[in-house]
């Protein structure tokens, strides 16, 4: 089971970028984005379950949305009007519980880099 991402990289601010985040092994609940800056804890950015249901940081609420495609396991976050605060590696993040024991899982991506220019 694993989570690829990608789509980071350098925005001036105000610009967009979108992260994809492709799973693979598992069919996962909640999908979601987080969030690393240095010196910084991990943050939520964004979650989505599989009924669609979505919940965003409040620094975000209005300028991000995130989606899913449950067929190809794959979440994606639309990130417009950037700001130099965005900045941070981004990490995508998937949970699930497994038939019959009823554990929760979690697996995490790799981070992708996405740096926004003032």
């Known amino acids: 089971v694993q989570l690829q991402a990608s789509g980071g990289g350098l925005v001036q601010a105000g610009g967009s970028l979108r992260l994809s985040c492709v799973g693979s092994?598992?069919?996962?609940?909640?999908m979601g984005w987080y969030r690393q800056a240095p010196g910084k804890q991990r943050e939520l950015v964004a979650d989505?379950?599989?009924?669609?249901?979505?919940n965003y940081a409040d620094s975000v609420k209005g300028r991000f949305t995130i989606s899913r495609d449950n067929a190809k396991s794959t979440v994606y976050l639309q990130m417009n009007s950037l700001k130099p605060e965005d900045t941070s590696v981004y990490y995508c993040?998937?949970?699930?519980?497994?038939?019959?024991?009823?554990?929760?899982?979690?697996?995490w991506g790799q981070g992708t880099q996405v740096t926004v220019s003032s």
């Open positions: 993040n998937a949970r699930w519980v497994v038939a019959g024991t009823g554990e929760l899982l979690e697996i």
């Open positions: 092994g598992s069919a996962f609940d909640d």
């Open positions: 989505i379950t599989s009924l669609g249901s979505t």
